[in-house]
């Protein structure tokens, strides 16, 4: 320590530091931990700051309180704290406010006497065991950086939200060698306050914050991490960063409406790049230019449409010179939003940027018209003369033009505003993508105000649109609404949404209205409140975050004293407390578990009625498969009976002539407690037992390739207990459907089944392939039927259906990136074939415009049995579709690209694919391109290996199942 600040100590009544510099040695009078504690104008959070560190489990530690020039007091709470624990608490002052972070931590670390080195904000707590953990973590490791999980708790929520700080980077202990081991530290965690720093180890590399500049974290962090010489982190909670969403002063990182914040934070980002490439550590880089494209660019690109033309210029100055130095396939790693964004930002292509900012914050709204060119789909018709801007505007995998102006969320941007007396004028332009709606439409409109309260619907107000009509690439309309109809309760409904619903030939879709234009919506008008009383009489428009004109209610000049008795008085807080109470009771009624206990102890007494039967498909997802099958026959066979159909998502496509329950709602329930009968594919929902009087009929969805139940590595993995309590699941099946002795090995045993259980009768959905086959052979033809003109085959073309199995991206997402170039497979075979896309049920897929009328999408059609039977050719991979479609004794073709990885990596497989596939199994484009030249051909050299596939795979398949099934449990319905 040098004089002064030893002075500094000595006037501010603490000890002068004991050790000479430099000194980390823990001994008498050296701690082995140091947490410095910085504030400024903190003094009420001062003391819990530090008291969460006396408080450590860990006992040897120090405490460094380091005011930034304070002057509210906060110096003067240090000292009392220090005098109050004089052999743990030291307190010391800058000469002058910094206007940072990065000084007082910078004093923090040459004051501080430990081995090690924590920062704490005054603002925030340690966890109880953060040093001690820590501590051993860098003991043990020999680590010079030990880093921990940080939780932001946000402090001001009533229901105690607390959200990690990317916790897969602490999902276990680990040492690196080098941050290039695991890029995502220094990308993501810069934060300085959940890490234990070997203080010797920030002396010998001269590591400090940067002072007189925002954002110092970043490059401290990025410093820590490329000096340090071994890392360790551990999967224990540290650091509570507390949040104030409420705070009346925003935080220097929210101040992002001050053009000098962005400034910084590119600063900070250019030292950080400086830094990175003096290490040559390049690939990181480029990890670290992802993550600016998604998320540190995205903060800022938020704020444009609130922010004058002025302010809109100089941050894209600032940016642009920045996006200049970033690796162009980075873009390529973000979301294509935020690849558009920063393409239109760095050629300040402004009337396109701001709709485009929009999708950014609504990410589900459609804001741009959109152009067609050339088969594929761009944000807008501007720079598509630029190659790198024709690749980044390409939006054609998103799908937009496959989607229905009822799965739309349509930009709907405010034109108009005007109010006077007790009426709002309001004017709009709603884009049209692609002309999704056509000139031709019958349009009418809705404005609907809607309180905004999460869960809960008190009231609405409708009002009619007056005009609403086409005006060239958009459609425009015009209404008004007198607010007096309009009656608030005024206490829990403060804020009030608007949304226009728009009907298109009779489909309805849904949008917000967008307040663009900044002060465009302005003015007071009055309301008739309710509770008079307690509440305000007025409303004026406010635009949200995410950018829609909302109303707030607010007290005119006489109500203004009322309210605020009212709002804080006995009444109000009765008002505001049993609205909590009821939501609150309102979601334990909706609580999963509540549920479960409803079905157990209410519904499961109550009487079973006799002939009610609940069907399921694929989790509710379909009207399809086998227990179609088996309803329809039972209709055909005019049987009495009360039919229920479970649904997820919608009820469209199932039975109009059936009572329809969404999957997991009270209906479903009690109606599955009561049935007499289940029919299901899949499983009904785990937790729900089975009773006695009830007959579970498993149909099951295919036979099986790859290795099932028990027999997976994953099953046999869990604990004795899991086991059992997962075959409690499988033990209701009373029956359980199998098409072959295959079956029987694999599936039944790999469920544990009984022979009792096992119904050897076949699957009711091949019912229809089997009597297609036969009608074949008995030279009868091929009948198409409706489906083919449906989906706009022509005559002249033979179809080819793909159907893959599942594949999972392990991003979250669902999208399946088919395997070949379907555009050069329309090119080749679109004169010859029309080919149907069938992505599993879990998954989709997006075509593009060029291949329209070649290659359809079918994955949204319920029933996969009706496109096997329409198909001349089957591709396929390892789906169970394969015994299936083998029933029809038609070319089949297996597209095995990845055979490899999936067989020996994956879950493995019950044969060997290569060796008994009833065709040909392809690794490449290529190959199946070469195969595909004649079906006929190919129908003929594999017509032996066909006839022994089915006679293995599918011999109980006689297209009698559903019949069987019905007589063997439901003859005794039958009328008369």
């Known amino acids: 320590m040098n004089v002064d600040q030893s002075r500094t100590f000595a006037e501010d009544g603490a000890e002068p530091t004991a050790s000479p510099a430099g000194s980390t040695g823990s001994g008498p009078g050296r701690p082995a931990v140091s947490v410095v504690v910085i504030v400024y104008n903190d003094a009420a959070r001062l003391p819990t700051a530090v008291r969460s560190v006396l408080d450590q489990t860990l006992r040897d530690v120090e405490v460094v309180v380091v005011d930034d020039r304070s002057t509210d007091g906060s110096y003067e709470v240090a000292r009392g704290l220090a005098a109050a624990h004089p052999d743990r608490v030291r307190a010391c002052r800058l000469p002058e406010n910094s206007g940072g972070c990065g000084a007082p931590r910078n004093r923090g670390i040459t004051e501080a006497r430990g081995t090690y080195v924590l920062f704490l904000d005054s603002d925030d707590v340690l966890e109880r065991n953060a040093c001690r953990n820590m501590l051993e973590a860098a003991e043990a490791t020999g680590a010079d950086l030990v880093s921990g999980l940080c939780v932001r708790v946000h402090v001001d929520s009533r229901t105690g939200k607390e959200v990690k700080w990317y916790p897969w980077l602490y999902e276990r202990t680990r040492t690196l060698e080098s941050i290039s081991e695991l890029p995502d530290l220094l990308v993501f965690d810069t934060l300085s306050t959940n890490k234990c720093y070997r203080r010797r180890f920030l002396l010998d590399e001269g590591l400090r914050f940067p002072v007189g500049i925002h954002y110092e974290d970043l490059l401290f962090s990025a410093q820590a991490y490329a000096t340090a010489r071994r890392i360790t982190l551990i999967p224990n909670r540290v650091y509570d960063w507390r949040v104030a969403d409420k705070a009346e002063t925003k935080s220097i990182s929210n101040r992002r409406d001050e053009i000098a914040n962005f400034t910084h934070r590119m600063e900070i980002h250019r030292r950080v790049d400086r830094l990175l490439a003096d290490r040559g550590l390049l690939e990181l880089k480029f990890a670290k230019d992802v993550k600016f494209l998604k998320h540190d660019l995205v903060l800022h690109l938020r704020e444009l449409p609130f922010r004058d033309a002025a302010y809109r210029e100089e941050f894209a100055a600032i940016a642009r010179e920045y996006l200049e130095s970033i690796d162009r396939t980075a873009f390529d790693e973000t979301e294509p939003i935020h ?19 929009d999708t950014l914050t609504n990410r589900d709204k459609i804001s741009s018209p959109l152009v067609e060119r050339d088969g594929r789909v761009y944000w807008c018709a501007e720079h598509l003369d630029d190659p790198f801007g024709r690749h980044v505007l390409d939006v054609t995998e998103l799908g937009h033009h496959v989607k229905p102006v009822d799965r739309m969320f349509l930009r709907n941007e405010l034109t108009s505003y005007e109010s006077g007396g007790t009426t709002v004028r309001l004017a709009g332009s709603i884009t049209n993508p692609l002309g999704v709606i056509p000139p031709g439409a019958r349009l009418t409109g809705e404005l609907e105000f809607y309180a905004r309260r999460p869960g809960v619907r008190f ?480 129908a003929v050299k594999y017509a032996p290996r066909r006839e022994q596939f089915v006679a293995e795979f599918g011999e109980y398949d006689q297209g009698t199942a559903a019949r069987d099934v019905v007589d063997q449990f439901f003859g005794h319905r039958r009328r008369g």
């Open 459 to 938: 009231q609405t107000f409708r009002f009619p649109v007056a005009n609403v009509g086409h005006a060239g690439g958009t459609v425009v309309w015009e209404g008004s609404a007198d607010l007096t109809t309009v009656r608030p309760l005024g206490i829990v409904d403060a804020v009030w949404d608007v949304r226009l619903h728009l009907d298109v030939d009779g489909v309805r879709t849904t949008t917000r209205l967008t307040a663009a234009e900044p002060g465009l919506a302005t003015g007071r008008l009055p309301v008739r409140p309710r509770l008079t009383r307690l509440v305000a009489d007025r409303i004026e428009p406010v635009v949200s975050s995410r950018g829609h004109l909302s109303f707030r209610l607010v007290p005119g000049k006489k109500a203004d004293a009322v309210v605020r008795r009212g709002v804080h008085g006995r009444a109000a807080t009765l008002a505001k407390t049993g609205y909590r109470k009821a939501r609150s009771l309102r979601g334990r009624l909706a609580s999963g578990q509540t549920k479960i206990r409803l079905y157990h102890e209410v519904f499961s007494r109550l009487p079973v009625r006799k002939g009610l039967v609940v069907f399921e498909s694929h989790l509710g997802r379909q009207y399809s498969d086998s227990p179609r099958a088996i309803y329809e026959e039972m209709r055909r066979q005019g049987l009495e009976f009360e039919p229920v159909w479970a649904y997820t998502g919608g009820p469209a496509g199932f039975p109009d002539d059936a009572t329809l329950v969404r999957r997991w709602s009270l209906p479903y329930l009690r109606a599955l407690a009561q049935a007499e009968f289940w029919v299901d594919n899949q499983s009904y929902p785990l937790k729900l037992t089975k009773r006695p009087e009830t007959t579970y009929i498993q149909t099951w969805h295919g036979s099986a390739l790859k290795r099932m139940g028990f027999d997976e590595a994953e099953w046999k993995l869990k604990s004795r207990e899991e086991q059992a309590e997962q075959q409690k699941v499988l033990d209701r099946f009373d029956r359980f459907l199998v098409r072959s002795e295959h079956d029987v090995r694999t599936l039944a045993r790999a469920f544990r089944l009984q022979e009792r259980t096992l119904l050897r009768v076949g699957y009711p959905r091949n019912d229809a392939l089997v009597r297609a086959r036969r009608r074949e052979a008995a030279g009868a033809g091929r009948e198409r039927g409706p489906l083919a003109a449906e989906l706009g085959v022509p005559e002249d073309r033979q179809v080819l259906l793909y159907a893959p199995t599942f594949r999972s991206r392990g991003d979250g997402r669902k999208r399946f990136e088919l395997p070949f170039d379907v555009e050069r497979f329309a090119d080749t075979f679109g004169d010859r074939y029309v080919l149907l896309v069938r992505s599993h049920y879990l998954n989709h897929v997006v075509l593009p415009p060029s291949v329209r009328g070649r290659v359809v999408d079918v994955t949204a059609h319920h029933d996969v049995t009706p496109l096997l039977a329409l198909a001349d050719g089957l591709i396929t991979d390892y789906s169970s579709v394969m015994f299936d479609y083998a029933l029809l004794d038609r070319p089949m073709f297996f597209f095995a690209y990845d055979y490899d990885a999936y067989v020996h990596e994956d879950r493995g497989t019950y044969f060997d694919l290569l060796e008994r596939a009833p065709g040909p199994v392809l690794r490449t484009e290529d190959e199946l391109h070469a195969v595909l030249g004649s079906l006929e051909e190919q």
């Open 339 to 357: 690849a558009i964004c920063a393409y239109l930002l760095q050629v300040s292509d402004w009337d396109n940027l701001l709709p485009a900012v």
